[in-house]
């Protein structure tokens, strides 16, 4: 354990793992190895279980018990999933009591309620805040923003550090980011802006025990992020209109023919199960076939991914560069440019009103947000968020927030007086933006 260990949150708290740092629940990649092996190292990891027959989830769910009696917890995706079979799975992830369910894409309210009321911990995948209000109101007890630098399926369109923030401005329960984060200093970013924790899927499946095939693995030491890219093209298996992010093949370029053509080419085979063109199936360990045509799936972190190594040395070194990195951050002198227009040394007393004010704004914008769930509410509230943040305030979160809001229009305009007297200009911009139809009480 290093020296200066990262701070335990509400997340460790609630799932019960030392560090803040989960493994994303990774269809066919995250399976009971590599879940077994982030979980002992301090982290979380979440079994990728995406419409897996029961006897292969209660095989994982055993093998990691015989491994650790830590806990971790079972990935599947409603949306995805045959409605007959995912009640069965929610069946069985209740009948194995395994701890916590991590569920994506659309919110299903009831499958989120009854994992709850059977006492298992729900945590939910989103990709705007509107979502991220919509999974808390079901139920969630926790909540991963994803960005849209993320691998595999991208459920929403904003960069991670604007829907962390939009995201944080509402939630009531312990929020973990993800999408392209790869390093220490990633995750050490995502807590400073607020966050819970960091949720890590390309970089885990780049280790000696993910399920990943090898070649798939060979591609994300050697890729940059630039040769990722969003596409609907893998489509097979899912809902229709599903993004997702994977290396540029000759799939993505169109030489392989029209993915919507309705045709099914056998490429590739997993123990007698064909694998088809066009199907959400990345390479894994078992399977054979034309590789380079598969779902290559990768987060713009594949970057700072240059080695296969094993999953425990992966979360040592997240942990450690991360408690550096946070330490960095927290001894930093003060910006050279500050983003407001005073002498430094009169700086903190001259920004003091300007954070009061918008600290009474965020939280009658958070309010008018969770009320109305609008998006222009949500972003703004974002947006004010943000501005704390780079004044090196301290933004006041919704969670066991019980108080009476105040008042939106005399927010805006207490803090419209104090707006020339931030330098930043594409920041006083934004603010201008957010606050103009909010001073006569609109939205
Ligand atoms: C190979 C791969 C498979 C994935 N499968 C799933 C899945 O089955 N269920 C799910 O909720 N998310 C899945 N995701 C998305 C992750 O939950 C997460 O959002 C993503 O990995 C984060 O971005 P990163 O890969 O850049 O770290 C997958 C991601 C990858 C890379």
Redesign the pocket.
């Known amino acids: 354990m290093p020296q200066h260990p990262l701070p335990a949150t509400a997340l460790t708290d609630l799932l019960g793992c030392r560090l803040p740092i989960v493994l994303?629940?990774?269809?066919?990649?995250a399976r009971s190895e590599l879940v077994a092996a982030v979980t002992r190292a301090g982290g979380y990891g979440f079994l990728?279980m995406?419409r897996e027959p029961l006897a292969l989830i209660e095989r994982e769910v055993a093998a990691v018990r015989a491994a650790t009696d830590l806990p971790f917890g079972v990935?599947i995706?409603p949306a995805a999933t045959p409605a007959k079979q995912l009640a069965a799975q929610v069946d069985l992830l209740i009948a194995l009591r395994v701890a916590s369910v991590?569920l994506?894409w659309e919110v299903d309210a009831r499958v989120v309620a009854r994992l709850r009321d059977a006492g298992v911990t729900v945590v939910h995948?989103v990709g705007s805040a509107r979502e991220a209000l919509a999974a808390q109101q079901a139920g969630a007890q926790a909540l991963i923003a994803?960005g849209v630098?993320?691998?595999?399926?991208v459920r929403g369109r904003q960069r991670l550090q604007e829907l962390l923030d939009e995201v944080l401005a509402v939630a009531r329960v312990p929020v973990a980011a993800?999408?392209?984060?790869?390093d220490g200093r990633d995750l050490a970013r995502a807590l400073m802006q607020g966050a819970h924790g960091a949720?890590?899927?390309?970089?885990f499946?780049a280790t000696e025990e993910s399920f990943?095939h090898d070649a798939h693995k060979r591609r994300l030491v050697a890729a940059r992020a630039s040769d990722t890219v969003l596409t609907e093209d893998f489509h097979i298996n899912w809902p229709p209109l599903a993004a997702v992010r994977v290396l540029r093949s000759s799939v993505t370029s169109g030489e392989r023919g029209d993915p919507f053509g309705g045709q099914r080419t056998p490429i590739g085979d997993e123990e007698g199960r064909p694998i088809y063109l066009f199907s959400t199936d990345?390479p894994l360990r078992s399977m054979t076939g034309d590789f380079e045509a598969m779902a290559l799936?990768?987060?713009?972190?594949v970057d700072r991914i240059d080695a296969i190594v094993p999953a425990a040395a992966l979360v040592a070194q997240l942990e450690q560069d991360a408690a550096r990195h946070l330490r960095l951050l927290a001894d930093a002198a003060p910006p050279l440019a500050s983003p407001v227009c005073y002498a430094p040394e009169a700086q903190a007393a001259q920004r003091a009103p300007l954070l009061a004010a918008l600290d009474t704004l965020l939280r009658a914008a958070s309010h008018r947000a969770t009320a109305e769930g609008c998006d222009a509410a949500l972003h703004g509230a974002g947006v004010v968020r943000r501005a704390i943040r780079t004044l090196d305030g301290k933004p006041w979160t919704p969670a066991g927030d019980g108080g009476a809001a105040p008042a939106l229009d005399a927010a805006a305009r207490a803090v419209q007086a104090l707006l020339d007297g931030v330098e930043d200009a594409a920041l006083r911009k934004e603010l201008e933006q957010v606050v103009g139809p909010w001073l006569e009480g609109g939205h």
């Not at 994303?24 to 990649?29: E, L, N, S, Y």
């Not at 630098?149 to 399926?153: I, L, P």
């Not at 993800?178 to 790869?182: E, I, K, R, T, V």
């Open positions: 994303a629940g990774m269809g066919g990649v990728g995406v990935n995706i991590e994506f995948q994803q630098e993320a691998g595999g399926h993800c999408g392209g984060l790869a949720v890590l899927g390309t970089a499946m990943a990345s799936y990768a987060g713009r972190g």
